[in-house]
């Protein structure tokens, strides 16, 4: 059955589109934390951050349901749902950041982010750390430096070396904020040398794609500093760790005390739903609809408001980021006990945890992707990222328990025993 | 009640965010053909082409309610929805567009489209007609030509100016086909002396966003043969025309009598949940993927594919198509039939109509718009297009019968008596 469908996937979907894992999971149903596959087989999910309050959430999927049977059209007409979506969302951000563009991907919401900072800078240059995604247009894909674009890539762009828990930026640990801050510095001036000048820095609060490093909180300050006298905008890309993932804050920039001018929303939005989002201050806004004319047909649609809507309504009423700080604390720890040779590191903040694995100094990838398989063939989903994919990610739903942490843990440390 | 909502949209979306019609519309329910605005006025849908088979249709909302409640996940995963749905897709196009890559708006396939053309040819060179649409992502809309982007037009676009009834490219309607595909050919030379060498022609098979124009079957043949010639590939725009909404055929292509090698989908694809498609030739699919390393958390979830497997389902069974073309043609000659000297042009096919108004053959804007406000005062949503503003767009919901073209006519005719 499984290879059947993986012979007729290529068919449709083509000769090279990954799946996860050797053995691809065929799954059928999503509950809580958990989902199944197709013999029946339970899988407790550690990986997936998109259904944010667990998977198929009944109050989630009763507000889609009402919704999509009552109407559904675009914000051309007046409709309460995107007014009242957006009042309550961006009440959760720093007063400044008062308004809202609803649309339907993190990659639509950051190719969106980048024309604000153009739009009030008259500029065009964009910095973004080296081995980043953030998203799928053609020109968000271009601040990933994994794989060079035809035609090569846009003069505009430059990247900066992601900070980095082992290999720090500068050398040391101590030194990495103003080492980061100094290789943006010269970015800057490379981008106004080159005539497209600075427009902003787009960046992920918790670099979740480059590893999740341990930083201090008062690691942006000096990066803040650089872009801010230059006269850019600060962009937090919050796909990851907003809607409190990290078990501190609503967002990740609180954490580190900045107060960015745009903020970028997407996966884990509407509960698995087609919901992303731009928050920006008015003034932002107003520069960015003046050089624009901005218009997303499905974005802010009555279904996804409502979807978004109960999301939120969940994360508040089962106090999600509450537990994800508890949880991910003793996940945290269980996870520091495993003992292992190849473990470098094991750092997290909330239910979002990075095991770094090395021999002999050199990142372990096989060891990684070992340990994800046999995690997959006993029961538990999970990725791993960082620029040598050898760093294991840990991102379940937010519900996930003391109880699920156990289990996960018990897997863990009977993989890290086999290999 | 409506104006608090409109201070509060102001405040939260922003100061410049247009609403359709002086006095905004605030609907609360849509059924079929119909919706209601709050104050419980209903409201014939001559404008929405995204409730494809009909606003909140039931068979719809039970596909998403209920696939929402069993597993929302991604293509990383196998799923029988997403293979299932493209099998039944690429079915009916063309024998050799089988493959296909789902995303959330049309604006993000598009946006693959380009990189398309680009990964076959390896150059970067797009044709697009002028005063065009296609999307909003930063690529994409490059294409648009109303409002210069910031740091001006990327240097590998050209604009070739689009087909038009009443001044056809060229001076004469005989001569429009050749006199286009020359206006092709120069851009082609252009872009291959600039160096960024030519890719692909991107064009709305009905040029719906510049009035759907009236045109012969065989207008496209000597610019599809230029852009061959020269090494390009062909992308159709199937956003608006595409489903049946044409009445001829599932896609526009079809009555123009090409053979594309990429087709893109959004609006009506899934009655209002946001998603999209690219459809490609297997060669043109595997040199993208080989070139680009794209993923799209949302694109091809369950619930979207169960939704845009639905609505083929209603289109198929309700006939829709084949309604299309016989209350389309009724629609048409009823609407030719309505007398006023501003009325140059009525044309259409299908349920896509466009009335063209000119006095003393100049686009007279402020009579359609005065038409677009009466109808919204008296019961019918519709809207305008074209580079002048000049031209009323009818595009209702597929499930239009004879019974509400005639009510859409009295109401038309009543406003062209009026002004």
Redesign the interface.
């Known amino acids: 059955m499984?290879n059947n469908?993986?012979d007729?996937?290529q068919?449709?979907?083509?000769?090279?589109?990954?799946?996860?894992y050797e053995n691809?999971?065929?799954?059928?149903?999503?509950e809580g934390v958990w989902?199944w596959d197709i013999n029946g087989q339970k899988y407790l999910d550690c990986y997936?951050n998109?259904?944010h309050v667990g998977?198929?959430h009944?109050h989630?999927?009763a507000a889609?349901?009402a919704q999509?049977?009552?109407?559904?059209?675009?914000?051309?007409?007046?409709?309460?749902g995107?007014?009242e979506y957006?009042?309550r969302l961006?009440a959760k951000f720093h007063t400044d950041l008062?308004?809202?563009?609803m649309?339907?991907?993190?990659?639509?919401a950051n190719?969106i982010a980048?024309?604000m900072a153009?739009?009030v800078t008259?500029?065009?240059g964009i910095i973004a750390t080296d081995n980043t995604y953030h998203g799928?247009?053609?020109?968000?894909?271009q601040l990933?430096s994994?794989?060079p674009?035809?035609?090569g890539y846009a003069a505009?762009i430059r990247h900066v070396p992601a900070p980095d828990t082992l290999r720090p930026v500068g050398g040391t640990t101590e030194g990495q904020a103003q080492a980061f801050a100094h290789k943006i510095q010269n970015a800057i001036d490379d981008l106004e040398v080159s005539g497209?000048g600075f427009s902003g820095l787009l960046f992920c609060p918790t670099f979740a794609n480059e590893g999740l490093p341990d930083l201090p909180a008062d690691f942006m300050k000096p990066a803040a500093k650089v872009v801010r006298s230059a006269g850019g905008i600060l962009i937090s890309d919050e796909v990851q760790p907003g809607f409190g993932r990290t078990g501190d804050n609503w967002w990740g920039y609180e954490w580190l005390g900045l107060s960015p001018d745009v903020v970028t929303l997407?996966?884990p939005m509407a509960?698995?739903?087609?919901?992303a989002a731009v928050v920006a201050k008015?003034s932002v806004?107003?520069e960015f609809?003046?050089?624009?004319?901005?218009?997303?047909?499905?974005g802010g649609?009555p279904?996804?408001c409502a979807a978004a809507s109960a999301t939120l309504d969940v994360i508040e009423q089962d106090g999600l980021i509450t537990n994800s700080k508890l949880v991910g604390c003793d996940f945290l720890e269980r996870l520091q006990a495993i003992k292992h040779d190849g473990i470098a590191n094991v750092r997290g903040r909330g239910l979002f945890i990075a095991l770094e694995l090395e021999t002999d100094g050199v990142a372990n990838e096989a060891l990684a992707a070992n340990v994800v398989e046999y995690a997959r063939n006993n029961g538990m989903l999970m990725g791993r990222t960082g620029r040598n994919r050898n760093i294991l990610k840990l991102r379940p739903p937010m519900p996930f328990s003391v109880q699920n942490a156990r289990e996960a843990t018990n897997i863990l440390t009977a993989a890290f025993k086999k290999f």
């Open positions: 499984t469908l993986m007729r996937r068919a449709v979907l083509g000769q090279n589109v990954p799946t996860f691809p999971v065929h799954l059928t149903k999503g989902a997936n998109v259904p998977h198929c009944p989630v999927v889609i349901s999509a049977a009552t109407l559904n059209t675009h914000t051309r007409y007046l409709h309460e995107v007014i957006a009042e961006t008062d308004q809202l563009i649309v339907c991907s993190g990659s639509e190719d980048l024309r153009q739009a008259g500029k065009t799928n247009t053609m020109a968000v894909s990933s994994r794989k674009p035809i035609g505009n497209h997407g996966k509960n698995g739903h087609p919901v008015a806004m107003s609809r003046n050089a624009f004319s901005y218009f997303n047909t499905f649609n279904v996804s």
